[in-house]
């Protein structure tokens, strides 16, 4: 396969066969190496041969393998000519990153450290299959899968405000819940405001550095020490079982013959089933955004009665990162209505853009890459230069260069626990095993990640932040 080396950052496979458009890389060197471990860049050329794409097919710099599309993979179809695939939104549909601020110093913390963690690992459950605290009846679950993250609000879970601080505010409008079939419904019940195992995780963490004052300030962000929570999950069960039940319907309706891989199935936008399809990934994403709201509810119970007071706990952004979404982009000098795959991406809409809530307009929307276990996360705004480079898409996180079967051959979980304490990081976890699956070695630099991701313009960094306590499923 051939690859143009662009600049430092990025590179471009040239349209060929039945490619529709080129695709994109942006990437270092470094990074590179670990993409072409594995068919990350042959997905890349696949998702060019869809029909309907516009531009090109983009791959973010912590792109890995996925099923179907890459993770780290952004495309955007035409609505009338295009087509929606569940491949490009993936089986954790709606898996995001919620954080919260405080206006706690490291120092007031740290003694409560353990504390804190151990009543937050009561509080909220984790762990594979592990149910809710909640139990739904039916009815209650459709309503959710219909109003979101405002059901959770209404019913005592967090504040008005969360709302305005969540992309989408927290609710996709175009949620129903009748496509939802019965078993993802039954896996959906139980789960309600829980973590799940994976990659999902709570952290409690502190400002590392701020680079950017002024978004910081905007952010709520105002120096280092300060004590944030960031919170990463998805739609559990249900999600993965409404990705199953429409890959498995695409295949009914249209087959995969002449797909240059079965996991592209797809249907157009526009079609019954297509819609069908939308309609019921916008209801597993407003079940996703009401878990975290969820969450960050009981987390804001936890430090009032460790610490006295839920201190300043507002929220900063609460972003998802696999979604297919109906935006406004640019496209030949007019504004189109594009679908916009984001599969292991995340969006970074620049300031002035009316989807970024009025108080972040002016510097752009607050975009939240997590590390790995134990690892750096980061703050970045979005910018105007990403709606051009990648209808305002960037990365997600550090991305795997290592199997989960291969990460537990080499670590052990209670080494990794150690080591983490040596180094001021507490862990409570459900299984060693997750633990080992999870360890920082399996996954790419994500210093190095955002370095491309600031230096293309996908995202401009604001502040690094570390882990002082984790808690894994």
Not at 236 to 251: F, N, S
Not at 277 to 306: E, G, K, L, P, T
Not at 372 to 378: C, I, K, L, V
Request: aromatic share 6%.
């Amino acid at each position: 396969m051939e690859l143009r080396k662009i600049d430092d950052n990025t590179w471009e496979i040239p349209k060929e066969g039945e490619m529709r458009v080129p695709a994109v890389i942006y990437s270092s060197a470094r990074l590179l190496e670990d993409i072409r471990r594995d068919q990350t860049l042959t997905q890349a050329r696949n998702v060019a041969c869809l029909p309907g794409i516009v531009r090109y097919s983009y791959v973010m710099p912590d792109a890995h393998q996925g099923y179907g599309f890459p993770i780290g993979g952004v495309a955007a179809f035409g609505l009338d000519e295009g087509i929606i695939s569940p491949g490009g939104v993936g089986y954790d549909i709606n898996c995001g990153v919620r954080l919260l601020k405080t206006d706690y110093d490291e120092s007031e913390v740290t003694a409560k450290r353990k504390e804190l963690l151990a009543e937050i690992f009561r509080e909220v459950p984790a762990g594979v299959g592990k149910g809710g605290v909640t139990k739904l009846s039916r009815s209650v679950l459709k309503e959710v899968l219909v109003r979101g993250a405002e059901w959770a609000v209404e019913n005592g879970y967090g504040r008005a405000e969360d709302l305005e601080r969540t992309e989408e505010r927290g609710r996709m409008a175009e949620a129903e819940a009748d496509g939802i079939s019965e078993r993802a419904l039954e896996r959906g019940i139980p789960q309600l405001g829980t973590l799940g195992a994976g990659n999902h995780f709570l952290e409690i963490q502190k400002v590392l550095e701020i680079y950017d004052e002024t978004a910081a300030r905007t952010f709520g962000l105002h120096a280092a020490g300060q004590v944030l929570v960031m919170i990463h999950c998805g739609s559990r069960g249900l999600g993965h079982q409404v990705a199953t039940d429409y890959i498995e319907a695409m295949e009914n309706a249209f087959g995969v013959a002449g797909l240059p891989d079965r996991e592209l199935v797809h249907a157009p936008f526009m079609s019954p089933e297509g819609q069908r399809y939308y309609r019921s990934m916008c209801a597993a994403v407003n079940y996703a955004f009401a878990n975290r709201q969820m969450i960050a509810h009981w987390v804001r119970d936890v430090f009032a009665r460790v610490l006295g007071s839920a201190k300043g706990m507002d929220q900063v952004y609460d972003v998802c990162h696999n979604v297919a979404k109906v935006e406004e982009h640019e496209d030949g000098g007019r504004s189109r209505r594009l679908v916009v795959h984001r599969k292991g991406a995340t969006r970074s809409f620049g300031p002035g853009r009316p989807e970024v809530p009025a108080r972040y307009r002016s510097v752009g929307q607050p975009v939240i890459i997590p590390g790995s276990m134990g690892t750096a996360s980061f703050l970045l705004a979005g910018t105007k230069e990403a709606e051009g480079l990648s209808f305002g898409s960037t990365a997600h996180g550090a991305g795997r260069v290592m199997s989960r079967h291969e990460a537990l051959r080499r670590f052990r979980g209670e080494k990794i626990r150690d080591d983490m304490a040596r180094r001021g990081i507490e862990l409570k976890s459900t299984s060693w095993k997750g633990v080992a699956e999870e360890a920082s070695e399996a996954y790419k630099d994500v210093d190095e990640v955002v370095r491309v991701s600031d230096q293309v313009g996908l995202g401009r960094l604001v502040a690094k932040v570390v882990p002082i306590g984790v808690m894994k499923g």
